[in-house]
T-cell receptor, first 110, second 112 residues
């Protein structure tokens, strides 16, 4: 099957800082999504980004499909950005389902 | 569009009881996926269903777990004779080709 690795596993920053989260995957994908799991456990869909670059406010994401990685950028971090960020992919050779990475736990201190 | 609806949000069961988790996909979607998240871990695929069909159950434990998606009504994930190790968050998702997968808010199952 496909492997999805996220780095770093943990990240602690002060409010206002910028951060970059990385997702590497081991094979070609149909679909890549970034999710934010907030402290209440809800999964929020941030980006559907199988390739290219997208921006939504302070967040942006880039997927370079040919090199099998994606990056999530968070600028001017706020305490509400805290939580776990998951990358998930749909393997092009696999069944129709998402495979999740282990996540990056982001803590933003005031 | 109400999104993916799951209920209950929280469920407490004693060891040996049955747990039933419900999921209604986004309006117009006929595919649902169930995922399990153990504490401090990522989400793991369990089962993919279409109306009245199980498409992929490669992630389902072999015993005590079953899922269905009837012609009418929500999808049901059923866990018989629950054990403490079944305590987890169970998420349901539906998919759309243009925008990927959308997840519900999850059901947090606690087995006491």
């Amino acid at each position: 099957g496909i492997q999805v690795e996220q780095s770093p596993p943990d990240l602690i920053l002060q409010e206002g800082a910028n951060s970059t989260l990385r997702c590497n995957f081991s094979d070609s994908v149909n679909n890549l999504q970034w999710f934010h799991q907030n402290p209440w456990g809800q999964l929020i869909n941030l980006f559907y980004i199988p390739s290219g670059t997208k921006q939504n406010g302070r967040l942006s994401a880039t997927t370079v499909a040919t090199e099998r990685y994606s990056l999530l950028y968070i600028s001017s971090s706020q305490t509400t950005d805290s939580g776990v960020y998951f990358c998930a992919v749909e393997w092009i050779q696999g069944a129709q389902k998402l495979v999740f990475g282990q996540g990056t736990r982001l803590t933003i201190n005031p | 569009n109400a999104g993916v609806m799951q209920n209950p949000r929280h469920l407490v069961r004693r060891r040996g009881q049955e747990a039933r988790l419900r999921c209604s996909p986004m309006k117009g979607h006929s595919h649902v996926y169930w995922y399990r998240q153990l504490p401090e871990e990522g989400l793991k695929f369990m089962v993919y269903l279409q109306k009245e069909n199980i498409i992929d159950e490669s992630g389902m434990p072999k015993e005590r777990f079953s899922a269905e998606f009837p012609k009418e009504g929500p999808s049901i994930l059923r866990i018989q004779q629950v054990v403490r190790g079944d305590s987890a968050a169970y998420f349901c998702a539906s998919s759309h080709r243009e925008g990927g997968y959308t997840f519900g808010s999850g059901t947090r199952l606690t087995v006491v």
